[in-house]
């Protein structure tokens, strides 16, 4: 149907602005001689007036031509969004549309469905615009750091801005290893002279008189810079204050050195050695201690957790006052399970996970009605940067569980920074911390990409 051109009115957003080249006056004295081939497409506005969807460079033609009526589709999308996609799709099948344009439409558009579904993942917003995962974390990336780094956002084709953009972050990350060496040694030579030892006990003495006496010292002395990993669990919590931490998700190393580890079954594997639980519940008492002192109060606390230390992992978080959800949550693994020995024994295609709630009046979940499984992919091996690596997806499904927009999320075992990621992009301000240098290295990568 044809509707008067003085009715139709165009958004300031728009995806792009109509450029008046050559092609587009050939556009116009196409009109001119033939009248309009393919019509725009428009949705209802406000009294008796339309709103333009696609077409602009039409509308925009006949306008200065004097038409006074152009031949309209009445499109009726369901949601903001629904129009936004379709004139992206007519978008993309016109020429020039530039990935700088592209980016900045797709961030609107993803933007809009994370209103409408806060935990919309990127693997879903990548089925439902046709776009590729990795090109679309790409153009992302590159239209967070277009301020910081502009001269990658003139670039002609977005794959060589992005091996531009991660060149500048090694370099960036470089400078930040020598800020946070440069705090170390601070640190150390602040503590020269402090004694972190009770007279007659040793150094590592693990009886809560000494344990008290290092984390004291520890608050005393707090790093300088802006460090999102530290090298050391309780390092992490030393540079926090008091009551400041709203959620706590972490995967704690239960009975393994990731260093040593070499089978991708280390975490769930039955350990005979006790030496390997004392080692791990020391620490682990030390890091529920701290957790203790700077978790808002009832704040929620996930941990994962290898089944054999169920018992000890509990009777710490009970002693220290948190509340324990008795009945754990479960990942189960999306596809088949997998073991050390598939000749003896089934495959494993579940982790447990606690919750816990710190010493205070319990805080509500954020989302309510969800059950205790959550059914996700796992890495695939191929892919992983970590032998005992969990997606973003999963650390997204818990999270948004507990966490608001602003608020302070910590993993004392942050490994390659996927938890953090994770909370970052649900909004949340992120500290991690993991003590091989390498997975740390990544982490921080992943999350100066966002």
């Known amino acids: 149907m044809k509707i008067k051109i003085s009715s139709i009115t165009v958004s300031e957003d728009r995806m792009r602005t109509v450029e008046k080249n050559d092609k587009y006056y050939k556009l116009k004295a196409s009109i001119e001689r033939f009248g309009i081939i ?14 333009l969807i696609f077409g602009e460079r039409r509308l925009t033609a006949c306008k200065e031509l004097g038409m ?32 700088q344009e592209e980016a900045v439409a797709l961030r609107r558009m993803y933007d809009a469905v994370l209103e409408e579904n806060p935990g919309y993942t990127h693997k879903e917003f990548s089925s439902l615009t046709n776009v590729g ?13 277009s301020d ?97 931490v709203d959620l706590c998700v972490t995967d704690p190393p239960f009975g393994i050195d990731i260093e040593d580890s070499r089978s991708m079954e280390a975490r769930h594997h039955i350990y005979d050695n006790d030496d390997d639980k004392v080692s791990i519940m020391n620490l682990m008492e030390r890091v529920i201690i701290g957790l203790k ?39 189960v693994k999306n596809g088949g399970g997998s073991t050390a020995q598939p000749s003896y024994f089934p495959g494993n295609v579940y982790e447990p996970v606690l919750m816990a709630f710190a010493p205070g009046k319990r805080r509500k979940l954020e989302v309510l009605g969800l059950n205790n499984v959550i059914r996700c992919d796992s890495v695939h091996p191929s892919k992983k940067n970590h032998p005992l690596e969990k997606s973003i997806n999963l650390y997204n499904e818990i999270i948004r569980r507990s966490a608001c927009k602003g608020d302070l999320f910590i993993d004392p075992f942050s490994g390659v920074g996927n938890s953090l990621v994770a909370a970052k992009r649900l909004g949340c301000n992120v500290r991690g911390a993991e003590k091989v240098e390498r997975y740390r290295s990544i982490g921080e990568l992943k999350l100066m990409g966002g």
């Open 133 to 145: 995962e990795s090109r679309l974390s790409a153009l992302f990336r590159l239209l967070d750091f």
């Open 148 to 244: 910081q780094y502009p001269q990658i956002w003139i670039m002609i084709h977005w794959s060589k801005a992005d091996l531009e953009l991660t060149r500048m972050i090694k370099g960036s990350l470089l400078e930040e290893k020598l800020k946070r060496s440069q705090a170390k040694k601070s640190l150390d030579a602040a503590m020269v002279g402090i004694s972190i030892k009770p007279k007659g006990h040793h150094e590592n003495c693990p009886c809560s008189k000494c344990r008290n006496h290092r984390d004291s010292i520890r608050k005393q002395v707090k790093p300088t810079g802006d460090i999102l990993i530290y090298p050391e669990a309780m390092e992490l919590l030393a540079s926090l204050d008091d009551k400041s």
């Open 68 to 99: 006074e009526k152009i031949s309209c589709r009445i499109l009726i999308p369901n949601r903001p969004l629904d129009a936004m996609l379709i004139e992206y799709e007519e978008n993309q099948h016109r020429e020039n549309f530039t990935w």
């Open 38 to 51: 393919q019509s725009i497409g428009v949705q209802d506005g406000p009294r008796n007036t339309y709103i």
């Open 293 to 331: 002192g700077k978790m808002k109060p009832g704040a929620h606390v996930y941990m994962f957790f290898a089944i054999q230390y169920y018992n000890d992992l509990t009777q710490v978080l009970l002693r220290e006052g948190f509340t324990i959800n008795k009945v754990p949550l479960l990942w």
